[in-house]
């Protein structure tokens, strides 16, 4: 059964028109991750919940937002998308912070 | 910065022979380590951890090892399948508490 859970599995998108990536979980962890992955590098964090207490890296730019309205889901906002934001975007949850994490199978995002 | 780094970017293997994969890290203060095996298309997925305090870990067909002293860390594969060929990450925990993920070894398998 499907853990992690990500929505949809390809998203095709314009140059800056707004784009929604969504991630469930149904293991009721505390803590909820996005990545960006692009090809043949590792996963890269972009932000990360607990709970509901955010906390944004520093290199993660601005055109990127997210938000966990309740435990189950998260989702990723890429306000203006540009050719160099297609990638992989990961979502993956942790019970606590600094335990294993479980992730999703992935978003791929490409931006025409 | 810290860092952690797999020693080579590809790691060619006969089906059947063990797999060795290594991992070098730089902080001494990582107490933390997680392997991870991502498929062609999909995220990565757990395979086996292990934490300072031990210094090797058996799971099904796998085996970390853990060198504090010179800070180092493999993965052994038994026998491996087909079904091993991936691309295999490291990862630590920085003194931020911040997982930090090494650049990832592809497998492949030789029939």
Known sequence: ?112 | GESVGLHLPTLSVQEGDNSIINCAYSNSASDYFIWYKQESGKGPQFIIDIRSNMDKRQGQRVTVLLNKTVKHLSLQIAATQPGDSAVYFCASYSSASKIIFGSGTRLSIRP
């Open chain 1, 1 to 112: 059964d499907a853990m992690v859970i990500q929505n949809p599995r390809y998203q095709v998108t314009q140059f800056g028109k707004p784009v929604t990536l969504s991630c469930s979980q149904t293991l009721n962890h505390n803590v909820m991750y996005w990545y960006q992955q692009k090809s043949s590098q590792a996963p890269k964090l972009l932000f990360h919940y607990y709970d509901k207490d955010f906390n944004n890296e520093a290199d993660t730019p601005d055109n990127f937002q997210s938000r966990r309205p309740n435990t189950s889901f998260c989702f990723l906002d890429i306000r203006s998308p540009g050719l160099g934001d297609a990638a992989m975007y990961l979502c993956a949850t942790s019970r606590e912070w600094k335990e294993t994490q479980y992730f999703g199978p992935g978003t791929r995002l490409l931006v025409l």
